[in-house]
């Protein structure tokens, strides 16, 4: 079934390519070119699918509410002068699962909350940044540096750092990275460890916009996030940008969530390619290539396998409608010759995600995701003790109360409700069925 999920979801990429490529030589005469060149790298248009994106540049005016008290301090205009900015969010929220009574009944297979039924602190995030632009052909230093503190951190600890801590809330230095470019090259060179550049969803909440922008338009994660896509990646990444369409990056990471410590001591193979025909249009693809067993993290991994190498392909592709309404696509797909410790050939797991944001005013942003994913691996890639099917629907509302207020215009609410089924029973007390609602407040600063 994978497989054939793969081959259809191949003829679509073609397919888009062409008819995107029709639909820019139509509107490229119309149509400006993003601002930014760099794509994902700095702010993207607006169709730009939420893939290892970042915050506006840093040279930009300070609007968050930290760069402004930082102003009023007289803290800021020399944080300015060399393009340095500071920001971060607040994350909390509550998740109820109906087919749960008990706070530790589960597993619930559908985000990082092992909380359920209970308020949390999901995490708070703080960022030094310096970005910098390739296009620009000059050489240049920035960075960006992101620790969080949380419940969610203990789901994200890459392999070395962080990862003998307990306890609910937990700490962890998510990124911390240096980009370097080049005088007469639109090149830039990132080596430290990043969020990982798959998938239509990334870890850090939406804290920009409720879709498109950097991140998640749901407080829930799609089975993809959560079991076919690494959560960071550590090592060394090129960035050449062709032209405002077209954007290439290539380098080698020590896995899926390794850092300081390595589970197998082989470098895998990153690569993406993305393809902007207009501001409307985005199509991102990434592969990655490299033996990932075990891509956990702590002391007490299993022996790493270092000859069965993992292949994973992803790709995102958004559509933008008219300036209400946007369309998204993300579909996972990754297989291995073989996992110790369970019998048989190649292992497949993977899925397909549909997205659609309609923001009625800018108070109200409604939000839904349709997602198959299939576990072909014996129940590997999500943990339960057998291969499945599952089948998701989500939707949600993005609320901004205050959106015109210089303060609470930084204030974001995502309710919820989500329908997982499953063709095994592998739902708390053998349900094939889950339903579950979840909300939860963002302050960005």
């Given at each position: ?215 998640r338009a749901l407080y829930s994660y799609s089975y993809q996030f959560l079991y076919a896509e690494p959560g960071t990646q550590t090592g060394a990444l090129g960035t050449y940008v062709l032209n405002p369409q077209w954007t290439f990056d ?196």
């Open positions: 079934m994978i497989k054939f999920v793969v081959a259809v979801a191949c003829y679509a990429l073609a397919a888009t390519f062409t008819n995107t490529s029709l639909l820019y030589a139509d509107e490229k005469a119309l149509a400006a070119p993003p601002d930014n060149k760099e794509t994902q790298e700095a702010k993207p248009p607006a169709a730009t699918p939420p893939s290892a994106t970042e915050p506006p540049p840093a040279t930009a005016a300070p609007t968050g509410l930290l760069m402004s008290a930082l102003g009023k301090a007289g803290i800021a205009e020399p944080l300015n002068k060399v393009g340095i900015n500071l920001y971060g969010y607040v994350e909390g929220g509550y998740f109820r699962d109906f087919s749960a009574p008990s706070i530790h009944d589960g597993p619930t297979f559908i985000g990082y909350d092992s909380f359920k039924n209970t308020a949390i602190l999901d995490k708070i995030s703080l960022n030094v940044e310096r970005t910098v632009d390739p296009t620009k052909k000059q050489f240049d230093v920035g960075f960006r540096v992101e620790g969080i503190y949380g419940a969610d951190a203990a789901f994200i600890h890459s392999n070395g750092m962080g990862d003998t801590q307990t306890g609910r809330n937990q700490w962890d230095p998510l990124q911390a990275y240096v980009d370097v470019t080049f005088p007469d090259m639109p090149v830039r060179l990132r080596v430290g460890k990043w969020i990982e550049l798959a998938g239509f969803e990334q870890f850090s909440a939406n804290i920009y916009g409720a879709f498109g922008d950097p991140s290539a380098g080698f990471t020590r896995g899926w969530n390794q850092s300081l410590r390595d589970a197998n001591g082989v470098l895998d193979f990153l690569g993406r390619v993305t393809f902007t025909p207009s501001d409307k249009t985005s199509i991102i693809f990434v592969m990655t290539e490299g033996p990932e067993f075990p891509a956990g993290v702590g002391r007490k991994l299993p022996s790493g396998d270092s000859r069965d190498w993992w292949t994973a392909l992803d790709l995102a592709i958004t559509q933008k409608i008219t300036d209400k309404l946007s369309l998204g696509l993300g579909f996972d797909y990754v297989e291995t010759p073989h996992i110790p410790g369970l019998t048989g050939g190649a292992k497949q797991w993977g899925g397909v995600a549909d997205y659609v944001s309609y923001a009625f005013d800018p108070h109200f942003t409604l939000n839904t995701r349709l997602e198959w994913y299939e576990d072909a691996a014996n129940g590997f890639s999500t943990g339960a003790p057998v291969s499945a099917n599952y089948y998701e629907a989500t939707v949600g509302v993005a609320i901004k109360p205050f959106p015109k207020d210089k303060i609470l215009c930084c204030l974001l609410f995502r309710p919820e409700v989500r329908y997982d089924y499953s063709d095994r029973s592998v739902f708390n007390s053998g349900d094939h069925n889950q339903f579950t609602f979840s909300v939860d407040a963002i302050l960005t600063f």
